[in-house]
């Protein structure tokens, strides 16, 4: 193929390309919209906590060999994990999208169910603290929540049973 063939293809390939990028662009989000997403249900009697910020350097990590912190699950949006030493619950928001990052905590011994809400922003993460049966399972369901419309988003994603007790 001649030279002056390719550069004629490169050529048209790339106002193909700019064509079909500039047509294929969505509109910029207004400030004032929520960003998309699929409502999630969560049980009417979900006792909600704000979470505590972590200061930066403080945050939970799997792998510290003293009190680690484990069921680390996590969406593009925000990620959570469970320490069993103390029974903490680590929220980390990863996405400035104006809803607050979230970990649902479920039990498998009845206890009513919880989440730990973060809303300080994106780039930070937030901790709750309870105290938990030693001898049961928590479930974490990462996801996000809107205070605006009290509604629970999607992304979601949900770790394994974990023991409190750690062991």
């Given at each position: ?13 790339s ?28 049980p ?46 680590y929220v ?14 479920f ?12 809303s ?48």
């Amino acid at each position: 193929m001649s030279v002056n063939r390719r550069i004629k293809f490169a050529v048209a390939g790339s106002a193909i390309t700019f064509a079909l990028s500039t047509f294929g662009v969505s509109p910029v989000q207004a400030d004032d919209q929520q960003p998309p997403g699929i409502e999630v249900d969560m049980p009417a009697d979900l006792e909600i906590t704000e979470a505590t910020e972590v200061p930066k350097g403080s945050e939970p990590s799997s792998g510290s060999a003293t009190h680690p912190c484990i069921g680390y699950t996590t969406t593009y949006a925000s990620s959570g994990c469970f320490q069993p030493y103390g029974d903490v619950f680590y929220v980390t928001d990863l996405l400035a999208d104006g809803r607050s990052a979230a970990v649902g905590v479920f039990t498998d011994y009845g206890r009513a169910k919880q989440a730990c809400v973060f809303s300080l922003g994106a780039g930070k993460t937030g901790k709750c603290d309870w105290d938990y049966w030693e001898k049961g399972n928590v479930k974490l369901e990462i996801l996000l929540y809107d205070r605006a419309t009290k509604g629970w988003y999607q992304p979601e994603a949900w770790s394994d049973w974990l023991p409190v007790d750690g062991q």
